[in-house]
């Protein structure tokens, strides 16, 4: 399968549906897909590029949140300062952490990025003076002024995340296609020969993780916005999971997939929360009967129905 | 902090490690042989220690959940690979962490439409809620008989790895399982035993934590990240790595629990931090 260059028809497509989104559901409902989609982007990155599976990828989000929370309420930032640094603390505390974890290699990645994670829930739980313990940071600014422009309505707080979302989105893909993407792969593929061929393996994978880290960061830095104060729960190991199933949901095998994986969970999640509180349940079938018979996840389907039309029209 | 103090806590913490270390050791002996992490392991424990509510609200007496919830886990692991992992034997690692992981997931769920989602507290046997006097210096005898039985567990774990045929081929296994169903070992079978025993460990860890902790849905992603610690701090594949990593993060956590209190959980993974930074392997790792 040759690659298709930049833009290509899973570009159109998510922009197609970001743009109809907020027409077709509830303006908050839409922006929470745009955010778990960016969180999720950076699973992706993590699994889909450098066959990392990162179980902890909600700590980033939460230091992404807290940070944001800080500087808002705290120190007096404007809006893009604060998503800057946020991203900045995200990817910084990534690339920190990440020099410890890849001492370890293989199964240990998945079991520290997990202990990581539980780190930093109870780091916000004994820093309580900073974080507000078990009551998150609460009254954050409703309302931000960008060059000129208001930020207060629920349209403009969904246009401010769809552009986050969009931006990582287009990162993330640029990164797959270039050489450090290349390299990426071929760590997927074969660790012991990339580092035989004299890529210094161990840098490449503190890099993508903190590229990944910050990615995650971002997404918390436009949660807390959009919330208006930070929950504890963003920190939660629940949260890291949360975005892990919606990226395997979703297939890991193009970023696009993330926004297929956000929309399926958020949307089921909605619908069935009000019929059934345990609808967990059958998020939790779902993963197992993509595991087992859609490797590829939602995002594949899309894939395979678009080759199969391409064989027909070249074949006859 | 007083030497009477210093004393209860070590102790505090060896109860607390043995009760990690059973965690861990079930976590080790299924990967060593199947080399791939059971992120279902933390809903086991989850599931023995609502058994062991249960069976105490049925008789009163939690004699027979020490016996019950060990065998029902076991039980359970074993339908959960007839029925599920074994179809993801050639699939690649990931998919067998994300298929355990789904488990995990789902085990909870059923946990809390049985239960309901607050927590719930198992009191301590009547006849282990008294203190005993260690010298001069007084303990709760539940803590004690936790010592006590999880240290005869763990010579008992020991003597099946290391002692019986069944060990030997789990040993052997762990080097290589084709080599060893080579050699006419049917080793479907020593990968259905793995799990029961992966289980029942996980599921005696669950029985003794009930009276300590109380029991609540979210157990288990606690649980599962202390294992992980463990493995790490000890190293994964051998059961003394278990055992020093489990009874070092318990009294680290016990320690700190008193010097201070809303960091002690912390302070676990600080010392996980501090083992990876100076000896990367763990401190008696094969892998």
């Known amino acids: 399968m040759s690659e298709i260059r930049f833009p290509d028809v899973a570009t159109l497509l998510v922009v197609t549906v970001v743009a109809i989104m907020p027409v077709l559901m509830p303006m908050t409902l839409a922006t929470s897909i745009v955010i778990f989609a960016t969180a999720t982007l950076s699973v992706t990155l993590l699994l889909g590029s450098a066959g990392l599976l990162s179980f902890g990828q909600g700590l980033y989000l939460g230091i992404g949140s807290y940070t944001t929370g800080i500087l808002l309420r705290d120190h007096g930032f404007g809006l893009m300062p604060t998503l800057v640094i946020a991203t900045l603390a995200g990817a910084l505390s990534a690339g920190i952490l990440a020099l410890l974890i890849v001492r370890r290699r293989g199964i240990y990645f998945v079991m520290l990025t997990l202990a990581f994670a539980q780190m930093g829930y109870f780091a916000v739980l004994a820093a309580k003076d900073v974080t507000g313990g078990e009551n998150g940071l609460t009254g954050l600014p409703r309302s931000f002024a960008v060059g000129g422009m208001t930020i207060a309505s629920p349209l403009s707080f969904y246009l401010l995340t769809a552009v986050g979302f969009l931006l990582a989105f287009l990162l993330v893909q640029r990164l797959n296609a270039s050489p450090f993407g290349s390299v990426l792969i071929s760590i997927r593929e074969n660790e012991s020969r990339s580092e035989a061929m004299g890529y210094d393996v161990k840098m490449f994978k503190v890099a993508v993780i903190a590229v990944a880290g910050g990615i995650a960061a971002f997404s918390g830095a436009l949660h807390a916005v959009f919330l208006g104060f930070v929950p504890p729960s963003d920190i939660e190991l629940e949260i890291s999971q949360r975005i892990l199933v919606m990226a395997i949901i979703g297939g890991v095998g193009s970023p696009a997939g993330a926004i297929a994986g956000s929309i399926f969970y958020i949307v089921v999640s909605e619908a069935l929360s009000e019929l059934w509180a345990r609808w967990m349940a059958l998020i939790a079938l779902a993963l197992i009967a993509i595991v087992l018979f859609l490797p590829g996840g939602l995002w594949s389907v899309g894939q395979r129905i678009a080759m199969a039309r391409k064989g027909r029209s070249s074949g006859g | ?287």
């Open chain 2, 1 to 287: 902090m007083s030497m009477q103090l210093l004393l209860f806590q070590v102790l505090n913490g060896v109860g607390i490690g043995m009760i990690y270390f059973l965690l861990a050791a079930g976590l080790t002996l299924i990967f060593g042989l199947m080399r791939f992490v059971n992120f279902a392991h933390g809903a086991f424990y989850l599931v023995a220690a609502y058994l062991t509510f249960a069976v105490v609200q049925w008789t009163g007496s939690i004699w027979w959940a020490l016996l019950i919830a060990p065998v029902a886990v076991a039980a359970l692991a074993v339908v959960i690979e007839r029925v599920l992992l074994r179809h993801t034997y050639k699939m690649p690692h990931e998919a067998q962490i994300l298929i355990t992981f789904a488990i995990a997931l789902l085990l909870q769920e059923l946990v809390i439409m049985g239960f309901g989602p607050l927590g719930q507290n198992v009191p301590v046997p009547p006849q282990l809620a008294g203190i005993v006097f260690l010298g001069p210096y007084v303990y709760p005898a539940y803590r004690l008989a936790v010592v006590a039985s999880a240290a005869v567990i763990a010579l008992v774990v020991w003597l099946v790895v290391e002692k019986t045929k069944l060990g030997a081929i789990l040993r052997a296994g762990s080097e290589s399982s084709e080599m060893v169903g080579l050699l006419g070992i049917n080793v479907e079978r020593v990968f259905m035993a793995t799990f029961a025993l992966g289980g029942a460990l996980a599921g005696l860890a669950g029985v003794l934590a009930a009276p300590l902790r109380g029991v609540e849905p979210f157990m288990s992603g606690e649980a599962l990240g202390i294992a992980f610690v463990v493995i790490v701090v000890g190293g994964l594949g051998t059961l003394s790595g278990a055992l020093a990593g489990g009874l070092l993060i318990g009294i680290v956590q016990s320690i700190m629990s008193t010097l201070w209190p809303q960091g002690a959980q912390l302070m676990i993974y600080a010392a996980m931090a501090i083992v990876i930074l100076i000896r990367p392997a763990g401190l008696l790792g094969r892998f």
